[in-house]
T-cell receptor, first 116, second 115 residues
């Protein structure tokens, strides 16, 4: 059983809908991430939260809005998405140190999003 | 930005055969990682390499961190049906205080094993 759980596993929404993806990690980690996985493309980092503060935003459109209320929970709020936003959205967590980072990410199973 | 070239893109092999895949980069990394993604799941770390020239094994898996720090390979010996999935390489250039968000992923190698 994964230490990172994502809900919902599947989501179909219209372009005018507002929905949210949820991620929860049970590993005691201090950093959480949202990645987008599209077919035949590398994993794309969207957002990073380190100690609940957003430290990275890789030029993601404003129709994606992250929220990290505490170090265990991460949300991705979705609003007026486009069909090309259809993808698998993966949440991940890690334990970041001050001087050394292993590079190991713990991924959830993903939320498969389809935008009609 | 940094890009990783991962090859092959896909492989169809017979059960029992050995598998080899690799990643190359135009820039150096000080960490190379290999992840596997099973169908319907998120990626899971298989092997991490932290030193140029390092050769590390994990069961039937062997990975090496290239001497130039610009490449890495993953070998799987005696493949079995549960080896099916997508294998991703990832490189990281860590600096003091930097985080895992500096990972750069390859596009993946999709492995199919014919029983």
């Amino acid at each position: 059983e994964t230490g990172v759980t994502q809900t919902p596993r599947h989501l179909v929404m219209g372009m005018t809908n507002k929905k949210s993806l949820k991620c929860e990690q049970h590993l005691g980690h201090n950093a959480m991430y949202w990645y987008k996985q599209s077919a035949k493309k590398p994993l794309e980092l969207m957002f990073v939260y380190n100690f609940k503060e957003q430290t990275e935003n890789n030029s993601v459109p404003s129709r994606f809005s992250p929220e990290c209320p505490n170090s265990s929970h991460l949300f991705l709020h979705l609003h007026t998405l486009q069909p090309e936003d259809s993808a698998l959205y993966l949440c991940a967590s890690s334990q970041e140190g001050q001087a050394w980072n292993t590079g190991e990410l713990f991924f959830g199973e993903g939320s498969r999003l389809t935008v009609l | 930005g940094q890009q990783l070239n991962q090859s092959p893109q896909s492989m169809f092999i017979q059960e029992g055969e050995d598998v080899s895949m690799n990643c190359t980069s135009s820039s150096i990394f000080n960490t190379w990682l290999w992840y596997k993604q099973d169908p319907g799941e998120g990626p899971v770390l298989l092997i991490a390499l932290y030193k140029a020239g390092e050769l590390t094994s994990n069961g039937r898996l062997t990975a090496q961190f290239g001497i130039t720090r610009k490449d890495s390979f993953l070998n799987i010996s005696a493949s079995i049906p549960s080896d099916v999935g997508i294998y991703f390489c990832a490189g990281q250039l860590s600096v003091m205080g930097a985080g895992s968000y500096q990972l750069t992923f390859g596009k993946g190698t999709k492995l199919s094993v014919i029983p």
